[in-house]
């Protein structure tokens, strides 16, 4: 009995010990005082670059106002073929695409085995892997008609040994470069001249390719690209409204009128609000036609990027025009009507000679692409101690993928003492005119002190190269390279 007690006794003992140790502790954790005062934030001009918008450069000519770089790739470059095999040879592609990341830079990728303008000293226009043409050769399936500059050669599209080739390398492509985040947009190309799904320089009609035949090639690049985004070129080909895709006009702001006259004309054009000086004319037709059947489209640039190409119309005209007047209320309508998020051209090669006020201009046309994000305000809840950011979009598209926020603590020296990454905001829901919020808790174990809190946006490119674009903010308080100052601490 006496040794039954002296058990109790020491249960009791090491129990109220236990008790008192936790009271301990929580008095402590109720004495911890935690102060946070956030910064007001202004707005400031939209920044460029900023990765994913503006002009966009072909690969190797890009400037200091680009972020994005152009890549073609000849089938034959990318696809090898034998003994009825096919194969990726992505060599050169992948060494392309390692020179973009270090510049900081994302790609546009187009596959393409069809080019009228390389018709000379031999050459044919056409890029098929040796055997496999010679195949379609000997099949019949190989056709020709004369193009300035000589013979050019092109398949007939509806072979099924060649569409076999095509979903084959489609699936192989997705997967080994869905989710490359040196990659922002696939241009599903490799249809008709220059990739664009535009059959007008192959006068033999039955190599075009039927809509269901296309249609299979667009569900190929779909099941394959869950990540990456993709691009066609047009809507009323191959069933393309059906599928989540964007679109690229590779001739924007081409009409068929006179330039200068339509030019001149804008201003009552512009009025009437129903015409697109042709720019994504296929894209707008469709969806206005039919009785409006898809109009849903309209809403497309929600979910799906939108780019192309200025037309060569302009490059043909002198460039400082183009930053003001009535071509200048043409191009930031057509921009705005379709939520471009960024267009090829300017010179391709470049920013044009322009003096300074035009230069002033170009960068202006420059930020008016895709999105505009900025920090709308900063909260803080010192009883709970949590940091609210609430973010906005005051550009004309969103940013189309999820990249997460990452926040950062810093002490009085500068040292980092704590990261975190919130993982719950969806970037790419964040459109035009709305806003969203991010959250940002205070660890409880920071000892007392003065403490900076600071935020990012993580580009995913970091994981292959050191020299990433950073998403920037059009807001100040930025204390280098997208990392934004959101508050001060002080815990006692």
Request: charge should be negative.
């Amino acid at each position: 009995m006496m040794k039954h007690n002296t058990v109790h006794r020491a249960v009791r003992v090491m129990a109220a010990v236990i008790l008192a140790a936790f009271m301990l502790q929580a008095s402590a954790c109720q004495s911890r005082e935690v102060s946070i005062v956030p910064h007001e934030f202004n707005r400031t001009e939209t920044q460029i670059p900023n990765p994913m918008k503006g002009f966009a450069s072909f690969y190797g000519k890009a400037d200091q106002d680009s972020s994005l770089e152009y890549i073609g790739v000849k089938f034959n470059e990318i696809y090898t073929y034998a003994d009825g095999a096919g194969g990726l040879d992505t060599a050169e592609l992948d060494q392309k695409l390692s020179k973009v990341a270090g510049r900081g830079h994302s790609a546009i990728v187009r596959v393409y085995m069809l080019d009228p303008g390389h018709v000379d000293d031999g050459q044919t226009g056409l890029f098929l892997p040796e055997t496999l043409y010679h195949e379609l050769k000997e099949a019949g399936d190989i056709c020709s008609n004369r193009v300035a500059g000589g013979t050019l050669e092109y398949p007939d599209f509806n072979n099924e040994k060649l569409i076999g080739c095509m979903t084959d390398f489609i699936g192989m492509f997705g997967r080994k470069y869905d989710g490359n985040p040196v990659i922002a947009v696939i241009q599903m190309g490799l249809y008709g001249s220059w990739g664009e799904w535009n059959m007008s320089e192959c006068r033999n009609p039955r190599c075009v390719m039927t809509d269901d035949n296309l249609r299979r090639i667009i569900e190929t690049y779909v099941s394959s690209f869950k990540t990456t985004k993709l691009m066609g070129r047009n809507p009323s080909l191959g069933h393309a409204s059906e599928y989540p895709i964007g679109y690229h006009d590779d001739n924007f702001m081409f009409n068929t009128s006179d330039f200068h006259k339509v030019s001149r004309e804008w201003k009552a054009l512009l009025k009437k609000q129903d015409y697109t000086y042709g720019t994504l004319q296929q894209f707008y037709d469709f969806i206005n036609g039919d009785g409006g059947r898809y109009e849903p489209l309209w809403d497309l640039w929600q979910t799906q990027m939108f780019g192309g190409e200025l037309s060569g119309q302009m490059y043909k005209e002198p460039f400082g025009p183009l930053w003001s007047g009535t071509e200048r209320e043409a191009l930031d309508y057509c921009i705005g009507q379709f939520h471009m998020s960024w267009l090829l051209g300017v010179g391709s090669g470049g920013i044009p000679d322009l003096n300074s006020d035009e230069y002033t201009e170009f960068r202006k046309v420059a930020g008016s692409f895709g999105y505009d994000l900025y920090i709308e305000s900063v909260a803080a809840k010192n009883r709970t101690s949590k940091l609210e950011v609430m973010l906005g979009n005051e550009g004309i598209a969103p940013f189309y993928y999820d990249w997460h926020i990452e926040y950062r603590m810093t002490d009085a020296q500068g040292n980092m003492v704590y990261r975190y990454r919130e993982e719950d905001l969806a970037l790419s829901g964040l459109l035009p005119g709305e806003t969203a919020s991010s959250a940002f808790f205070i660890p409880e174990d920071l000892k007392a002190g003065e403490y900076t809190v600071s935020m990012r946006f993580v580009n995913p490119a970091e994981t292959v190269t050191g020299n990433v674009m950073p998403l920037r903010l059009s807001n100040d308080h930025e204390i280098r390279n997208g990392l934004y100052e959101l508050a001060r601490v002080t815990i006692v």
